[in-house]
């Protein structure tokens, strides 16, 4: 089941969104995860109709995604991009967990394009809220990589990219593992800008996402009433 939302942020910002739900519903109790997913420059605007284009989106139109969770995926307005919108984001992805009932343990993270960067972004500025990362055909700030050692990562990217090259996901990649996290990087050789058809109809990261869990951030020390 597909619906169209319109969320109000705390600031005054409104956007669109997609909510997608299971045919079943969930039983009394039974809390879904949930996949918050960020869509490409090529979608942005205020007319859902655009964003269900291509992406998780296009599958769920398309009646190909047939998965038990649910997906909330915002409209980022025009001429705009993701990192504007960080807080915003925030906002929308805990009033949906509210909202719809998910799994607040199994919130995961995807965006193509623009929305890999800004889900890199997001991902960077709140990783305690995410209980994974898949990034397709972005990059982001890989000296703030560290952010995600305790998130599982994997990132998606087409070899012959022209619009955002593949090296982008690489050194996300690279520097996520260097500073002791674990990230997987999948380049599809032959493809162009678009390798979501590749990564979300013919990878298993869809279940994987879904069968991810939060890790809770480290517990602070103790004080032991001594300066260290």
């Known amino acids: 089941m597909t619906e169209f939302h319109r969320f109000r942020a705390s600031n005054g910002t409104e956007f669109p969104y997609l909510v ?28 859902l109709s655009i964003l269900i284009r291509n992406g998780l989106p296009g599958m769920i139109l398309r009646g190909e995604f047939r ?15 993701w990192i504007y919108y960080i807080r915003e984001l925030l906002e929308l992805a805990d009033f949906a967990v509210d909202k719809f009932s998910a799994d607040p343990e199994r919130v995961a993270l995807s965006g193509l394009s623009m929305g890999g960067f800004g889900s890199w972004e997001l991902a960077m500025y709140a990783p305690e809220r995410f209980s994974c990362l898949a990034a397709l055909c972005g990059g ?50 032959e493809d162009e800008h678009n390798c979501w058809d ?6 298993d990261v869809i279940p994987w996402m879904l069968a991810q869990k939060r890790v809770p951030p480290p517990a602070p020390e103790a004080f032991t009433g001594e300066n260290p």
């Open 67 to 81: 998965y038990r969770c649910i997906v909330i995926a915002p409209q980022c307005p025009d001429e705009k991009v």
């Open 20 to 47: 997608y739900l299971p045919e079943e519903p969930a039983a009394e109790g039974e809390k879904l995860p949930m996949i918050f997913y960020l869509h490409g420059a090529g979608s942005r605007g205020d007319d």
């Open 198 to 203: 590749d990564t979300y109809q013919h990878t």
């Open 140 to 189: 982001g700030m890989s000296w703030r990589a560290s952010q995600l050692i305790n998130m599982p990562v994997r990132a998606f990217h087409g070899g012959k990219d022209p619009v955002v090259p593949p090296e982008y996901s690489r050194l996300m990649v690279d520097a996520v593992n260097a500073a002791g996290g674990n990230a997987q990087l999948t380049i599809f050789p």
